[in-house]
């Protein structure tokens, strides 16, 4: 007889951008949803509190292992997808040891969290195209060494590493997605994409006048996290784990970006960004751009929305939240 049980998940990150998108993909799949969420003086349930009946939420800090090791035994998922880390590049500059503890050794603690409590648990890496960094081919796949530009970048190769390590090790059935950007109405509001479009309703509507920002000519593979999570779920249905790149395959600079989102509410982004030394990092990553074939050929994955949709998307969510339209996210 077959197991009837419905299949149980836990993800790491389940209050961020693609926490929140993943939850609800594998709630509508039939899944029991347990989030793992960290100890705060103030609970960050804005993105997934249109799901929170429908979710299990469990304590737990990537920082602790004996956490995750107890989150584990008390829920028994048959799959953990582990997308909580440090993830702001900026600020893994200011950082990088807090960074380098949560997105890099945080893996291997959930990991061998997994490896103690039970190796059947399939796993989910959330590894990331600023890996690439300085790229050494164009397009980036699975099979382009890594220089990673960044404190955040660096230690998400220690995380992708440890992830095929024990896979290798200890036969987990451990995937890592290489993500390339992705964005929504609930990106955090450091992010550029949201930055820009946040700053453009905010100008439309006349309650800012001017949008500072870094280096405009860095060129992004953008996509929307709404597809993406699909492809975290894919991978894990997979008879054998693997690696695999996830992106658009199409790059767009930051000043393209903001020509579009001002463009849509009839404006000149011109007349209204600065460009401020205070955005500027260190080291930059100037290009990305992904060829996402394996992903397409094995997993049968496709993105659904392009560039232009996306920009209009979050301009407009951005438009209805400053005028009270939306409560929370859409
Ligand atoms: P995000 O919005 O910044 O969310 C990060 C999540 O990690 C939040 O839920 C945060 O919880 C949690 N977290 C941080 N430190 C933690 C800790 N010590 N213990 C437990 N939880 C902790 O990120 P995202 O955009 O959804 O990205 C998800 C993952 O994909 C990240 O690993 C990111 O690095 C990776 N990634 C993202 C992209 C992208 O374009 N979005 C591309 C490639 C890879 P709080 O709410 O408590 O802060
Ligand atoms: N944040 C920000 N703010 N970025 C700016 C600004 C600004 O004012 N001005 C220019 N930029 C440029 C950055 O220098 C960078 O080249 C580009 O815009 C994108 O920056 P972010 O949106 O902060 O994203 P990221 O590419 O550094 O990192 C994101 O994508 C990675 C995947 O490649 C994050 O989501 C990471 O977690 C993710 O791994």
């Known amino acids: 007889m077959t197991d009837q049980r419905p299949r149980r998940a836990l993800i790491s990150g389940i209050t961020g951008q693609d926490g929140s998108y993943l939850a609800e993909f594998l709630l509508d799949k039939g899944y029991e949803v347990v989030g793992l969420v960290r100890r705060s003086s103030m609970v960050s349930f804005e993105r997934i509190a249109h799901l929170q009946d429908r979710l299990t939420i469990v304590s737990g800090d990537l920082l602790d292992e004996a956490s995750l090791i107890e989150a584990l035994q008390q829920h028994r998922p048959a799959e953990v997808y582990n997308l909580a880390a440090q993830s702001f590049v900026q600020t893994s500059f200011g950082q990088p040891v807090l960074t380098g503890e949560t997105t890099a ?8 969290a997994i490896r103690i409590v039970d190796p059947s648990i399939r796993f989910y890496q959330a590894s990331s195209s600023e890996m690439f960094g300085k790229v050494r081919e ?6 382009t060494p890594f220089h990673p530009r960044s404190p955040y970048g660096v230690a998400k190769v220690y995380g992708h590493w440890i992830t095929v390590n024990y896979r290798e090790s200890y036969d987990l059935h451990a995937s890592s997605g290489i993500l390339f950007n992705h964005e929504s109405p609930r990106r955090g509001l450091e992010f550029v994409t949201r ?10 509507l006349g309650r800012q ?13 953008w996509g929307y996290a ?14 054998q784990p693997d690696d695999y790149v996830v992106c658009s395959g199409e790059t767009h600079s930051v000043r393209e970006f903001c020509e579009l989102a001002f463009a849509h509410l009839g404006m000149d982004y011109q007349e209204f960004v600065v460009v401020d030394e205070a955005f500027m990092r260190p080291a930059e990553v100037d290009l990305l751009v992904g060829n996402a074939d394996r992903a397409e050929r094995t997993l049968g994955w496709r993105r659904e929305v392009g560039f232009g949709d996306l920009v209009a998307m979050m301009v407009d969510a951005d438009v209805d939240l400053l005028q009270g339209k939306l409560k929370g996210l859409s």
């Open 195 to 204: 930055k820009i479009t946040h700053a453009v309703a905010s100008i439309y």
């Open 226 to 239: 709404g597809d993406y999570v699909k492809a975290m779920w894919l991978m894990l249905q997979q008879d």
């Open 209 to 221: 006048r001017e949008l500072r920002l870094g280096n405009l000519e860095a060129k992004r593979d």
């Open 105 to 112: 050794l945080g893996v291997t603690r959930l990991l061998d």
């Open 138 to 143: 164009v397009p980036q796949t699975e099979d």
